[in-house]
């Protein structure tokens, strides 16, 4: 009996096989259950902001719609095209994990994470551009336009709530692709082994999603409103 679980594991057995999985694919199906389940309460987590939104922009058209024009919606047109293309080398390097092609991962993973990179850096420009005008909600908060100042501020509240929270999972992103590139340049990831690849990818399309739905709604849909429907 011991000696056929000895050949079993040898026969399934690789060096990232944790002693509590008999095989790969049992190990690689948990990491996978976990990761959607992760997801979930994250969906969970950003819907109530949505909700949120969605509730005190029906409260106060006005006031978000004169919000939404401040942000400067070419910003966030180029950081939505930044991550498109991120989420495209991202699935790059899931294939070339899967089929044990060393060098084209790690360069696909190398430009995910410089598109992550560049979309965080069009960030901080933008909220500095925020800061510089007083917009940020607060003591120091100033509205000179149209609408009334404590509305407005609400919209700002909610955008750097939703925007900073995306930032923050961008930025453990990039963290999590550094990891990925140290030891996908070892030879780590490989046609039998490549599970944590797959994972990430499955967190980077999430965050990339979720910012699919904040650029219309914080950028677009205000200017929208604004014109008068649709005009």
Do not use: C
Not at 7 to 29: K, V
Not at 106 to 128: C, D, N, Q, R
């Amino acid at each position: 009996m011991a000696a056929t679980h000895v050949e079993n594991h040898g026969a399934h057995g690789h060096t990232a096989l944790a002693h509590h999985f008999d095989n790969m694919e049992q190990q690689r199906e948990a990491g996978s259950i976990g990761m959607w389940v992760f997801l979930v309460q994250e969906i969970m987590f950003f819907g109530g902001l949505f909700l949120a939104y969605a509730i005190f922009r029906a409260k106060f058209p006005e006031a978000f719609a004169a919000a939404s024009n401040h942000l400067d919606w070419h910003l966030g047109a180029v950081n939505t095209v930044v991550l498109i293309v991120s989420s495209l080398t991202m699935a790059m390097a899931v294939y070339f994990a899967q089929t044990g092609k060393r060098r084209p991962q790690v360069w696909s993973l190398v430009a995910t994470m410089i598109l992550g990179a560049t979309f965080l850096g069009i960030k901080a420009v933008e909220y500095a551009e925020k800061f510089r005008d007083n917009l940020f909600p607060g003591a120091t908060f100033e509205w000179k336009d149209a609408g009334d100042p404590n509305q407005v501020q609400i919209f700002y509240w909610i955008y750097f709530a939703m925007t900073g929270l995306h930032a923050l999972h961008m930025i453990i992103g990039l963290g999590i692709l550094a990891y990925l590139i140290l030891f996908a340049w070892k030879g780590r990831y490989t046609p039998e082994y490549h599970a944590p690849v797959e994972l990430t990818g499955l967190y980077w399309h999430f965050v990339d999603i979720v910012w699919i739905f904040l650029f219309p709604l914080l950028y677009l849909l205000g200017r929208h409103l604004e014109a008068g429907g649709g005009h």
